[in-house]
């Protein structure tokens, strides 16, 4: 069975990831799903005033696990199997050794759609990501739905979304 990996991060840009590949299995793909969240590492006043690390470790894997729910609750509304993976580090590079750990066939990314010169200057997540997987990588360009809605006419004054 194919498998995806999606990174998702509890924003509606992770969440276009999770509707595109929602949209693979619906039109007949069959496969299983790996829901990954990358946590930043604990700050250096964060170890030291918490001196568990234990403690930060439950922390990152909650704060992980809540910010999956809702991509939890879509991938279990359309009963897609799936598994969940949280990791601590730079955000890339602990992306591709999830990929490579589960030994997923595709990634599923969403993305800001930033212009290729604010792209360059900040970086981006998807880039690196694109650039460093070993598997095919798909990214989602955000689309904000209320630019998508145009008058049909503007004689009647109706107007109608296009998704």
């Known amino acids: ?42 700050t250096l006043y964060e170890m030291v005033t918490a001196r568990d690390a234990d403690l930060i470790a439950a922390a990152s894997l909650e704060a992980g696990e809540h910010l999956m729910a809702p991509a939890r609750a879509l991938l279990d509304a359309a009963g897609v199997a799936y598994e969940t993976d949280i990791g601590v580090g730079d955000v890339a590079h602990t992306l591709v050794d999830m990929i490579e750990r589960s030994g997923c066939d595709l990634v599923v990314i969403g993305a800001r759609g930033q212009g290729a010169i604010s792209s360059a200057l900040l970086g981006s997540v998807s880039q690196e990501v694109a650039h460093a997987s070993p598997v095919p990588v798909t990214i989602v360009k955000h689309v904000d739905v209320a630019r998508q809605l145009e008058p049909e006419s503007e004689e009647d004054g109706t107007a109608e979304a296009s998704l």
């Open 1 to 42: 069975m194919f498998k995806i990996l999606i990174a998702v991060d509890g924003s509606d840009l992770s969440l276009d990831g999770v509707h595109h590949a929602l949209g693979l299995v619906r039109q007949g793909l069959k496969a299983s799903v790996v829901l990954a969240n990358v946590q930043e590492p604990a």
